[in-house]
């Protein structure tokens, strides 16, 4: 299994996929090199991004990104606010290693867009070589960016052991593969899901130390609002879209209007605070991705950021859709270049109405049943940005699906039959619809909105 702290991952816009993986895939890769004695004879790196990476590269961040993994930087570390004068002393013919070996660096010539390359293994392939004296290879080797930060070697990714994926196999207290699994646990074991989260937990890291990390989470997640909200002017990136979060909070402020149109407000306010924020290369917390990073977020801040009760709220709460978003990531995937947006606004649309009902004081049945509700109505849900950017639609779609998780808490928490369709169910349903799903609706910009728009 999965730590839940490594499903939210705070790091840096626009996307997870195409930014976080490959920073960190490129870092991986120069740290290799100097583990093996090998980074000083390196003359030249160059770096092939295939696939959805080539296609949307460009627009989502990957070939800055790759720069940026190449000098050593992690994506939870790096200062947004610095990485423009970082990229500009690289543009300058010279990129050092792990901020230590020279070497003569183009972006033009030393990274590649391979459009026509379709990887078999995962549709976010990247090639990376290193060229020792009289251009020599001193590696070259293969690996993906599978969606939410999370990467894999071509050899992890071909293994049939799924262990080998994350490592050395890591025992729980309360293995589950399946939502049935989990909904029988917390009736054998009287714990409600959050609880079977944090205790299993406990095979990484000690309980305080998990709560610690989960403060820190909503802390970023919460910081990332306010900052979005503060922030003025339009998004890079040539669409020229203009930030609204500032100034339609300033607007409720003034004059808010009956309490069901401020609910809405407010979250539809958050949740593109938070997408302004990653489309402009901010710092943001992949829920479980960096393009569905305002779901979770707003409806936290909305129901979880007050009061004596609000650090035990927000812990529940991220725990359950911890759990919930573990299930995707295990059963299927929450990768938009293998299943379209359902994998991303869909997941995090579930994670958050699970989380949501928790807080609600719901069963973990009912928790399920949110995290179903959410899902289902998001089915089909494809991924297409216009110019490639992480922008339109993908800003107001996190506005409508944090509206969505609430609405599916709702209707859980007043429904006490037996649902019709289960989560296990709704979340294969994703899968097989996601494998069906033609490949210009997953993140290659090639259908949908991003033909039928302008991107100018």
Known sequence: MLSILQLFRIGIGPSSSHTVGPMRITRRFVAALGDAGKLGAVRRIA???????????????????????????????????????????????????????PVAFAQATDITLACDIVPELHPNGMRLI?????????????????????????RQLATPNPDDL???????????????????????????????????????????DTLAGIDRLVAAMLACIERGLAQEGCLPGGLKVRRRAPELWRKLLASPTNETEVLLDRLNIFAMAVNEENAAGGRVVTAPTNGAAGIIPAVLRQYCSEGLQACDQ??????????????????????????????????????????????????????????????EHNLGLTCDPVGGLVQIPCIERNAIGAVKAVNAARLALHSHETPKVSLDQVIETMRQTGIDMSAKYKETSLGGLAVNVAAC
């Open 47 to 101: 770096i092939e991004l295939q696939g959805s990476l080539a296609l949307t590269g460009v627009g989502h961040g990957s070939v800055d990104a790759c720069v940026l993994g190449l000098m050593g930087l992690e994506p939870e570390a790096v200062d947004p606010d610095h990485v423009p004068a970082l990229l500009s002393a690289a543009a300058q013919g010279e990129v050092r290693l792990l901020g230590e070996h």
């Open 130 to 154: 290193a060229f020792g004296p009289d251009a020599a290879k001193l590696a070259d080797e293969t690996w993906y960016s599978t969606g939410g930060g999370f990467i894999a070697s071509a």
């Open 166 to 208: 994350v490592g050395s196999p890591v025992r729980v207290a309360f293995p589950y593969a399946s939502a049935a699994e989990l909904l029988a646990l917390c009736d054998t074991q009287s714990r409600d899901i959050a609880a079977l989260v944090l205790a299993n937990e406990g095979a990484w890291r000690p309980e305080g």
């Open 314 to 375: 927000a812990r529940r709460f991220l725990l359950t859709a911890g759990g919930i978003g573990l299930l995707y990531k295990q059963r299927a995937s929450i990768s938009g270049a293998e299943m379209g947006c359902q994998g991303e606004v869909g997941v995090a649309c579930s994670m958050a109405a699970a989380g949501l009902a928790a807080v609600w004081g719901g069963t973990p049945q009912q928790v399920a049943a949110a995290a179903e509700i959410g899902m």
